[in-house]
């Protein structure tokens, strides 16, 4: 028997001081099941005058939920932990019920973390979870990004979420708890043939595959990862940006691997549309191609030219057009205009009135210039900031290179 198996507190704890050695205050999400369970126990033992505090998230999905987390509560209270219930109040979201669920748990944790000024959550995700995820993923046909484990990561609230059980086999932490007299709820989901990961999960336990190196290997895809994300984001230094456009220098860009290359368009391309997902992996592999091959493409309402040493990024005139007229305040999800008049409205410029405000003289495109908001009264053009400066319209782009260079890294 190894150390660890002996004792997989002790390696839970060298997690902890890796990844959490300098947080005053952490939260611990517990469903009840064994993993957090075993996880709520060793941070206890471990947080040494830290601020701990236990939350579980209750669905409602199944009749016992109220109850189960009524029993971690009294567990949590005897370790002398805060403890709270947050209730998930479904609205009528269409689709996957696990995978809406499962948002839900993550909003509903992280506000919990921002009120009770947690810098960090900590999740029960252990080795087997990681191996189940790893083979899943690779199912689906999931790039380097599914793939890699992830033992922290932040969310868009400043929330650092911490997975110290990666290194700990599920079988392990139930023994560990066993051997302590600590009980532990098992969610009868685990037991449903329906869900892919249970699935997987019988077929490694059949095959007797070895989880401990599933998981290693999707630690060691997750440090080429992040080896990648650096690369990309030096990559992205060379961008040029100006006026809600981007232009990349075409040598380090062709230079680069194609990971790279992927990396630097789709980021690019949300950069300049403001989407909250990458475009769909077939349309970004066409864009590829027409770059390298040096024609112009669009994807997902960017324009993208190839032109001499540099390509070109920008939002498509067409897309532009089809976004909804704004009073004033944000329009196509690229703009932040104030300085409207009662009865006028932000809209593109489009082609049509594009002879009147000599937008050559601008610097732009002529798609580019023709995807510009401008200030209309009814479909009477008063002004095109972009073009030439208008007071008293006062136009700012909502993305700014910090925020490219954020993209860049999450993708
Ligand atoms: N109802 C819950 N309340 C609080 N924490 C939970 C709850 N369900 C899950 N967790 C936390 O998330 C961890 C992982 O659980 P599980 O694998 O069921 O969640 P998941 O979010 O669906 O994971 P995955 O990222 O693998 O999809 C648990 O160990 C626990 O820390």
């Known amino acids: 028997m190894t150390l660890a198996a002996a004792d997989p507190a002790f390696r839970i704890h060298a997690a902890l001081d890796r990844l959490a050695a300098d947080m005053p205050a952490l939260g611990v999400a517990v469903s009840g099941g064994g993993d957090s369970m075993a996880l709520m126990h060793m941070v206890a033992d471990w ?95 999931s790039g380097i990004d599914g793939l890699a484990s992830m033992a922290e990561w932040r969310d868009a609230f400043g929330i650092r979420w911490l997975r110290p059980m990666l290194g700990a086999g599920r079988q392990d932490l139930r023994d560990w708890l066993a051997a302590r ?90 950069w300049i549309t403001g989407a909250d997902y990458p475009p769909r992996r077939n349309t970004v592999l066409h864009a590829l191609n027409a770059i390298a091959t040096g024609h112009r493409v669009t994807l997902d309402g960017a324009l993208i030219e190839p032109a001499g040493d540099r390509i070109r990024l920008f939002r498509e005139a067409a897309a532009a057009l089809r976004a909804p007229g704004s009073p004033g305040g944000t329009w196509d999800n690229r703009w932040k205009i104030s300085g409207l008049k009662p009865g006028q409205h932000v809209a593109a410029l489009g082609m049509g009135e594009m002879a009147r405000v000599k937008w050559r003289l601008s610097g732009l495109g002529r798609d580019e210039a023709a995807a510009s908001p401008a200030v209309w009264e009814g479909d009477r053009l008063v002004a095109a900031p972009l073009i030439r400066a208008a007071a008293p319209y006062d136009l700012r782009p909502l993305r700014g290179a910090a925020d490219f260079h954020r993209l860049v890294m999450a993708h």
């Not at 509560?73 to 219930?85: D, I, M, V």
């Not at 456009?245 to 949300?270: F, G, H, M, N, W």
Request: hydrophobic letters at 45%; aromatic letters at 4%; a positive charge.
């Open 47 to 141: 947080a040494r005058g830290r601020r701990i505090m236990v939350a579980t998230v209750d669905h409602g999905l199944r009749p016992e939920s109220a109850d189960e987390a009524r029993q971690v509560g009294r567990a949590a209270r005897a370790l002398g932990l805060p403890y709270a219930t947050l209730l998930w109040q479904r609205g009528t979201e269409a689709g996957n019920l696990m995978a809406s669920a499962r948002d839900a748990r993550l909003r509903l944790l992280s506000g919990w973390a921002q009120r009770n000024g947690l810098s960090a959550v900590l999740l029960g995700h252990t080795a087997d979870d990681q191996a189940e995820t790893l083979l899943m993923r690779l199912g689906r046909g």
């Open 181 to 270: 007299g600590i009980g532990w709820t098992d969610d009868p989901s685990n037991e449903n043939e329906d869900f892919d990961r249970i699935r997987i999960r019988k077929a490694i336990a059949a095959t007797g595959l070895d989880v401990a190196a599933l998981a290693r290997a999707a630690g060691h895809i997750g440090e080429a990862r992040d080896a990648l994300s650096h690369y990309a984001a030096h990559a992205a230094r060379d961008a040029v940006i100006r006026n809600g456009s981007l232009t990349l220098p075409r040598r380090p860009y062709q230079d680069a691997p194609a990971e790279i290359r992927r990396r630097l368009i789709v980021a690019a391309c949300r």
